[in-house]
């Protein structure tokens, strides 16, 4: 069952996974870019008018950059 949230939201559960970022960047990172694209899946939501997001879709986004960073890490 998909679990939309909102900045706020989003927010607190990037914090408890040890993702502590501002209320600044998290509205940048849902603000649309030149192209109209966002940095993050945010949608606006019909009925409420407000930003969303599915939770389980950027705890999963942040995961998968850690294992591609991880994975691009030069061994010295």
Same mark, same amino acid.
């Given at each position: 069952?998909?679990?939309?949230?909102?900045? !706020?939201?989003?927010?607190?559960? %990037?914090?408890?996974?040890?993702?502590? &970022?501002?209320?600044?960047?998290?509205? =940048?990172?849902? +603000?649309?870019?030149?192209?109209?694209?966002?940095?993050?899946?945010?949608?606006? !939501?019909?009925?409420?008018?407000? %930003?969303?997001?599915?939770?389980?879709? &950027?705890?999963?986004?942040?995961?998968? =950059?850690?294992? +591609?960073?991880?994975?691009?890490?030069?061994?010295?």
């Amino acid at each position: 069952m998909p679990n939309y949230s909102g900045l !706020d939201e989003a927010r607190t559960a %990037l914090s408890e996974i040890g993702v502590h &970022l501002s209320e600044r960047q998290m509205q =940048r990172a849902a +603000e649309m870019d030149g192209k109209g694209q966002r940095k993050l899946p945010f949608f606006v !939501d019909p009925i409420e008018r407000k %930003l969303k997001i599915e939770k389980n879709d &950027l705890i999963s986004i942040y995961f998968k =950059r850690q294992v +591609e960073a991880q994975r691009n890490l030069r061994p010295e």
